[in-house]
């Protein structure tokens, strides 16, 4: 679906286009109606609209991702996938920072840049931060997953108040 034809934003349209990404990931088309649902949340008009999305969208993201990550072709999604693990953070849930924890330590692409823009939220204030630095912490992601997370726990100590920073340890300091 192209930007033009994309449909006008309502909380239905975007439960439905979610619902109905089938699970797994098999097909270029499944990515493309994947990644035109997780586009569709980036349109809600207003903060309270987004909240209303948030259980039903982090369920949906993660009934999509989890059923792929089981499948041997889960590498050729990978955009898709990581693209919807951003949408998810921004879900703001403490489900979502649950998830993402078990993606990060599932081993999932460690190096894909795109662990950037997925951890992003988490430094900027995100409900769960604290719980997911923490979880994260001991052992310490590596690869680019490792440097993703030390930019999130950067910005969340400088700008959120964050406690505990994950790296503040032995390890984290080698």
Not at 6 to 29: G, I, N, Q, R, Y
Not at 71 to 77: E, G, I, L, N, Y
Request: with cysteine; hydrophobic share 40%.
């Amino acid at each position: 679906m192209s930007t033009s034809d994309s449909p006008k934003w309502s909380h239905d349209t975007v439960v439905e286009a979610l619902t109905a990404v089938p699970s797994p990931l098999k097909t270029d088309e499944h990515e493309e109606a994947f990644r035109d649902a997780a586009t569709l949340m980036q349109k809600a008009p207003s903060r309270a609209a987004w909240r209303k999305l948030a259980p039903i969208t982090t369920r949906e993201i993660t009934r999509v991702v989890e059923a792929t990550l089981k499948t041997r072709s889960a590498k050729r999604f990978n955009s898709g996938i990581l693209f919807s693990l951003k949408m998810l953070a921004s879900t703001g849930t403490p489900e979502s920072a649950a998830f993402i924890t078990r993606v990060v330590r599932s081993g999932y692409q460690p190096d894909h840049y795109l662990w950037s823009v997925v951890l992003e939220p988490f430094g900027m204030g995100h409900v769960a931060a604290e719980e997911f630095f923490r979880s994260l912490s001991n052992p310490l992601p590596d690869r680019f997953i490792a440097i993703s997370l030390l930019d999130a726990a950067n910005s969340a100590c400088r700008e959120h108040d964050l406690k505990t920073h994950p790296f503040d340890s032995s390890a984290g300091e080698a």
